[in-house]
């Protein structure tokens, strides 16, 4: 039993080495391989091979962050016309020069920058009509509000500016950038909005068409007729009953909807900028385009609840009295127009 627990504590004593060791070593090996990286860059650039050479400095930067790496890459990125690209290295070589106190990197990183600078391709976005939601990317990349209107540098060669806003089309166009020293100005339309799309739950509360049978009332026991006292008065009025009782129906379920969309409203501020309701991060857009959702549904149901009950009162104060030879049965049809709702009664 001794000789056990001695050979379990010699085990874990190993494994404890061992897991040391790895993690001793693991910086260490980090910033072997970021030297092999920086020296194949160099030995890159001396051959002239640039393009080959700036995915190397870029790793080795990654690996272990240096102003002097950083001074490499810009220079690399300036050889192969990536003038904007490497006009924001120098600028950040400069920072980091600074912060490890490298005055030589910093004189450096400053000349090459402020050299570039006259140089730099410029676009300027503007976005005139913003609407609700609205998301401006320029190559993939999202364009704040406090840029738009300001001239940026970028890289010559085509660019892609792009807009999307929640219940819009999406907009997308491309410019090219010809040459260093170029300014292109680009103007974000206002953005269309999408065909109405009644929503699933709205088609399921309202089919395309609906026909309710109502027979005739009959006296008990008889398999006649009821007398004319009976409440409903005549088939008219029954099916007055029927679509009014539609109608109450319709405004219940256009007020659940529109307490759904309310809710989801609320819960969407939770993600949005406090001072701009506006600006919400992907789960406040997501909620915001419930919240339309429901809304577009409660507008849809109160329609055709009021179209209903609207039709109710207009059947009642309009239905001819039942004579003894009126058909057994009534009937009702509604159908949803642009608009509002058609409805048709037999009886």
Same mark, same amino acid.
């Given at each position: 039993m001794a000789l056990k627990s001695c050979a379990v504590v010699a085990v874990t004593a190993i494994h404890v080495a061992i897991a040391f060791c790895a993690q001793a070593q693991s910086p260490d090996s980090k910033k072997v391989t970021a030297e092999a990286l920086f020296e194949t860059g160099r030995q890159l650039v001396a051959a002239r091979k640039f393009a080959e050479a700036c995915p190397k400095f870029a790793d080795s930067q990654r690996l272990d962050p240096s102003p002097a790496t950083l001074l490499n890459l810009a220079n690399c990125w300036e050889n192969i016309g990536r003038t904007a690209t490497a006009w924001a290295t120098y600028r950040e070589a400069q920072s980091a020069a600074q912060v490890a106190g490298r005055q030589d990197y910093f004189a450096a990183a400053e000349r090459h920058a402020n050299a570039l600078a006259p140089r730099l391709a410029r676009i300027t976005i503007h976005v005139p009509e913003p609407t609700d939601g609205i998301q401006v990317e320029r190559d993939g990349v999202v364009v704040e509000r406090p840029e738009w209107g300001l001239p940026i540098p970028v890289d010559t060669g085509a660019h892609t500016i792009a807009a999307t806003s929640p219940g819009r089309k999406a907009w997308a166009s491309t410019v090219d950038m010809a040459q260093d020293g170029a300014a292109l100005a680009v103007t974000v339309p206002a953005l269309e909005p999408l065909p109405f799309e009644p929503s699933p739950l709205a088609s399921k509360a309202a089919p395309s068409t609906a026909t309710v049978q109502v027979p005739a009332l009959l006296a008990p026991g008889t398999g006649e007729p009821a007398p004319e006292s009976r409440p409903s008065g005549s088939p008219g009025r029954v099916i007055a009953w029927v679509v009014g009782g539609i109608g109450v129906v319709g405004l219940g379920v256009s007020a659940?909807? /529109?307490?759904? /969309? %309310? $809710? %989801?409203? $609320?819960? &969407?501020?939770? &993600?949005?900028?406090s001072t701009d309701h506006d600006l919400c991060n992907p789960q406040g857009l997501q909620r915001r385009g419930d919240a339309r959702t429901a809304g577009d549904a409660a507008t849809v149901a109160l329609g055709l609840g009021a179209a209903a009950l609207a039709a109710g009162g207009i059947l009642w104060f309009t239905a001819p009295r039942r004579s003894n030879d009126a058909p057994e049965h009534a009937a009702v049809a509604i159908a949803p127009t642009i608009g509002g709702a058609m409805l048709r009664a037999t009886w």
């Amino acid at each position: 039993m001794a000789l056990k627990s001695c050979a379990v504590v010699a085990v874990t004593a190993i494994h404890v080495a061992i897991a040391f060791c790895a993690q001793a070593q693991s910086p260490d090996s980090k910033k072997v391989t970021a030297e092999a990286l920086f020296e194949t860059g160099r030995q890159l650039v001396a051959a002239r091979k640039f393009a080959e050479a700036c995915p190397k400095f870029a790793d080795s930067q990654r690996l272990d962050p240096s102003p002097a790496t950083l001074l490499n890459l810009a220079n690399c990125w300036e050889n192969i016309g990536r003038t904007a690209t490497a006009w924001a290295t120098y600028r950040e070589a400069q920072s980091a020069a600074q912060v490890a106190g490298r005055q030589d990197y910093f004189a450096a990183a400053e000349r090459h920058a402020n050299a570039l600078a006259p140089r730099l391709a410029r676009i300027t976005i503007h976005v005139p009509e913003p609407t609700d939601g609205i998301q401006v990317e320029r190559d993939g990349v999202v364009v704040e509000r406090p840029e738009w209107g300001l001239p940026i540098p970028v890289d010559t060669g085509a660019h892609t500016i792009a807009a999307t806003s929640p219940g819009r089309k999406a907009w997308a166009s491309t410019v090219d950038m010809a040459q260093d020293g170029a300014a292109l100005a680009v103007t974000v339309p206002a953005l269309e909005p999408l065909p109405f799309e009644p929503s699933p739950l709205a088609s399921k509360a309202a089919p395309s068409t609906a026909t309710v049978q109502v027979p005739a009332l009959l006296a008990p026991g008889t398999g006649e007729p009821a007398p004319e006292s009976r409440p409903s008065g005549s088939p008219g009025r029954v099916i007055a009953w029927v679509v009014g009782g539609i109608g109450v129906v319709g405004l219940g379920v256009s007020a659940g909807f /529109a307490v759904v /969309a %309310k $809710n %989801k409203y $609320n819960d &969407s501020l939770s &993600s949005c900028l406090s001072t701009d309701h506006d600006l919400c991060n992907p789960q406040g857009l997501q909620r915001r385009g419930d919240a339309r959702t429901a809304g577009d549904a409660a507008t849809v149901a109160l329609g055709l609840g009021a179209a209903a009950l609207a039709a109710g009162g207009i059947l009642w104060f309009t239905a001819p009295r039942r004579s003894n030879d009126a058909p057994e049965h009534a009937a009702v049809a509604i159908a949803p127009t642009i608009g509002g709702a058609m409805l048709r009664a037999t009886w």
